[in-house]
């Protein structure tokens, strides 16, 4: 009996000892860093990082933007001079900066040449439209732009017609374009080729009543008269040149003109080629606020527009140059 329980704890004792050392064999190891991945991760597919740099340059439609908002800023009569000098140097710099680039781009061209023009420098202005057409020389919105720039920023008519109609030749199906080359024929008192013009834009009534307007502001007011009158044989509820004809009527009862007084021309021949402007006679009186601007419609002090010798109202078909596109 003796002997069983010594060799029970005995036989206790070398299980214990193996047990002991079996679990002290096993050891938690902990990696190195020795750069390799993680368990989990490809090793051949690195993690990389994208990185934005902060000196990239800007896109040119960026610079374009930029450009156009200081300028349009500059030309707020709000402005103070100090003011709008600082902006107009941002914006020649930020196209210089385009330029540098793109020297080829026709719009950051067109922006330059309509820097210059709110800046009232004429020769750098049309030296930047010149060039833009010359490098899109099939754009006819150069030839057209340039054209009111002339007209209401640099009261250059006669280089303002041929502006317009070289932009008309080039798109000879643009209504906007013949409407230009229209009025600017006669401002230019060339009614005949003026009415070929308007007439293919709008209605003859209103294509006479236009004229009509043009002739007034040109001091011919008998034949305004005859222009209004005609206006209403096209279409005799025409109101505007109802108005109008009152207006001009001097007291006492006056005979119908002859009907012939305005031809039209064929399309060959409207000629390029300006003529002198019969020398303008003194405003009377100022155009009425219902009446919009021809030519010329800057909003600044130093850009007047046309005005009537006597109030007229005005009609939808009238032009304005309220802004570039126009």
């Given at each position: 009996m003796e002997g069983r329980w010594k060799r029970l704890i005995a036989a206790g004792l070398l299980f214990s000892s193996l047990g002991c050392s079996h679990f002290r064999s096993k050891k938690t190891t902990i990696p190195s860093n020795t750069g390799e991945p993680p368990l989990g991760?490809?090793?051949?597919?690195?993690?990389?990082?994208?990185r934005v740099k902060d000196d990239a340059p800007m896109r040119i439609d960026t610079l374009l933007a930029l450009g156009s908002v200081r300028v349009q800023a500059a030309n707020d009569p709000k402005r103070t001079s100090s003011n709008r000098e600082e902006l107009l140097e941002q914006a020649r710099t930020i196209y210089a900066q385009a330029l540098q680039r793109e020297p080829q781009n026709v719009e950051v061209m067109l922006g330059m040449a309509r820097l210059y023009?709110?800046?009232?420098?004429?020769?750098?202005?049309?030296?930047?439209?010149?060039k833009a057409a010359k490098q899109a020389p099939n754009r006819a919105d150069t030839w057209h732009e340039m054209g009111f720039a002339l007209s209401a920023g640099f009261k250059d008519s006669d280089s303002a017609l041929k502006c317009f109609h070289t932009a008309t030749k080039l798109d000879p199906e643009n209504r906007k374009y013949r409407k230009s080359l229209g009025f600017s024929l006669a401002y230019a008192a060339r009614y005949e080729e003026s009415y070929a013009w308007l007439s293919r834009c709008m209605s003859p009534a209103e294509a006479h009543y236009n004229i009509g307007r043009m002739m007034d502001h040109n001091g011919q007011h008998e034949q305004a008269s005859q222009a209004y009158t005609l206006a209403l044989k096209a279409d005799p509820s025409h109101e505007w040149s109802k108005m109008a004809l009152n207006n001009t009527q001097p007291t006492g009862e006056?005979?119908?003109?002859?009907?012939?007084v305005i031809q039209t021309v064929g399309y060959d021949q409207v000629s390029p080629l300006p003529v002198s402007r019969p020398q303008q006679q003194s405003r009377v009186s100022q155009m009425n606020?219902?009446?919009?601007?021809?030519?010329?419609?800057?909003?600044?002090?130093?850009?007047p527009t046309f005005t009537s010798a006597r109030p007229i109202p005005a009609t939808p078909g009238m032009m304005t140059t309220s802004g570039w596109d126009r």
């Open positions: 991760v490809n090793s051949a597919q690195p993690v990389e990082e994208k023009h709110v800046m009232r420098e004429k020769e750098k202005c049309l030296e930047w439209y010149q006056k005979s119908i003109p002859d009907a012939t606020r219902t009446e919009p601007q021809v030519f010329g419609s800057q909003r600044d002090p130093g850009n």
